[in-house]
């Protein structure tokens, strides 16, 4: 079945620099790439997503790429903050019925 | 603030209770889920609603139940549950029940059984 793992668990940055996390998935006819950010005590929230038709998509401090030969696809977080610190998770679709394949997660904290 | 709103924010039942979570969307979306989320992992999907219909089962315990009394409405019933039932419960909604779309979740339900 459909697999997706992410890289690294866990991320330790110094405020101003710049987070990069990596997923990479299986199922060669996933075509749907959210980025979701959790943070204690609440749900995930979208902070991006991006299409396969698409190889790259940024807003503001946070840009998603994607390189669909190789099957993988990163977070790239300038400029971090230390409101940034969260569980970030990536996901992938690998059917048409609204199914997700989240990664493991990623705890980034970042450090004044 | 978060779209998707769940209650109880916190519940701790005992085995032999029966209680409810309750979520609620005003987006007009007509897809909601249900996962569980166990402390350090990731959402696992449990149900799917499209249209107030079940569409998907993730082969779920009989001991929860699931029902949509309409577009806006989620709710998963609970009885009998186990202590490994215990974690966070999250609910989520998209436009249409189609892995194309953004999931939306609320905040969830923080499950403890004694």
């Known amino acids: 079945g459909e697999n997706v793992e992410q890289h690294p668990s866990t991320l330790s940055v110094q405020e101003g620099d710049s987070a990069v996390i990596k997923c990479t998935y299986s199922?060669?006819?996933?075509?749907?790439f959210p980025w979701y950010k959790q943070e204690l005590g609440k749900g995930p929230q979208l902070i991006i997503d991006?299409?396969?038709?698409?190889g790259e998509k940024k807003d503001q401090r946070i840009a998603v790429t994607l390189n669909k030969t190789a099957k993988h696809f990163s977070l790239h977080i300038t400029e971090t903050q230390p409101e940034d610190s969260a569980v970030y998770f990536c996901?992938?679709?690998?059917?048409?019925?609204?199914?997700?394949?989240f990664g493991a997660g990623t705890q980034v904290v970042v450090t004044p | 603030d978060t779209e998707v709103t769940q209650t109880p924010k916190h519940l701790v039942m005992g085995m032999t209770n029966k209680k409810s979570l309750k979520c609620e969307q005003h987006?007009?979306?007509?897809?909601m889920y249900w996962y569980k989320q166990k402390a350090k992992k990731p959402p696992e999907l449990m149900f799917v609603?499209?249209?107030?219909?079940?569409?998907i089962n993730e082969s779920v315990p009989s001991r929860f139940s699931p029902e949509c009394p309409n577009s806006s409405l989620l709710n998963l019933h609970l009885h009998a549950l186990q202590p490994e039932d215990s974690a966070l419960y999250l609910c989520?909604?998209?436009?249409?029940?189609?892995?194309?779309?953004?999931?939306?979740f609320g905040d969830g339900t923080r499950l403890s059984i004694l």
């Open positions: 989520a909604s998209t436009q249409t029940q189609d892995s194309n779309q953004p999931q939306h």
């Open positions: 609603y499209s249209y107030e219909k079940l569409s």
């Open positions: 987006m007009g979306h007509r897809a």
């Open positions: 991006i299409r396969s038709n698409v």
């Open positions: 996901a992938a679709n690998f059917d048409s019925w609204g199914k997700l394949q």
């Open positions: 199922d060669s006819a996933s075509n749907y």
